[in-house]
Nanobody
Framework: VQLQASGGGLVQTGGSLRLSCAAS????????MGWFRQAPGKEREFVAA????????HYADQVKGRFTISRDNAKNTVYLQMNSLKQEDTAVYYC????????????????WGQGTQVTVSS
């Protein structure tokens, strides 16, 4: 499956952004989806994941209550709504697809998008 992330940009602290990840090539609804992020000089870290139907979601503690992951299988798209953004949310955000499990482990994902930059300014 090919993944194309979009929606990143520059936003002030406390602002909001919605990331989108459009999938093509295979049956999107067969895949659990995740969002990860990587800040300069840091390892890639888990942000959120959603199961095939969208009925189960899982979040990293750092974003719980501020970010919401959702999906629209009819549009082959997964979203990440980010509210109350903080400077420490600045990173390149990646979407990923996992055929087998809803995971917070990057190495378990089968396909990755190219990333979209999110920069939160003071």
């Amino acid at each position: 499956v090919q993944l194309q992330a979009s929606g990143g940009g520059l936003v002030q602290t406390g602002g909001s952004l919605r990331l989108s990840c459009a999938a093509s090539g295979r049956t999107f609804s067969n895949y659990h989806m995740g969002w990860f992020r990587q800040a300069p000089g840091k390892e890639r870290e888990f942000v959120a994941a959603v199961n095939r139907s969208g009925g189960y979601t899982h979040y990293a503690d750092q974003v719980k209550g501020r970010f919401t992951i959702s999906r629209d299988n009819a549009k082959n798209t997964v979203y990440l709504q980010m509210n109350s953004l903080k400077q420490e949310d600045t990173a390149v955000y990646y979407c990923a697809a996992d055929l087998m499990v809803v995971s917070r482990i990057a190495s378990e994902y089968d396909y990755w998008g190219q990333g979209t930059q999110v920069t939160v300014s003071s």
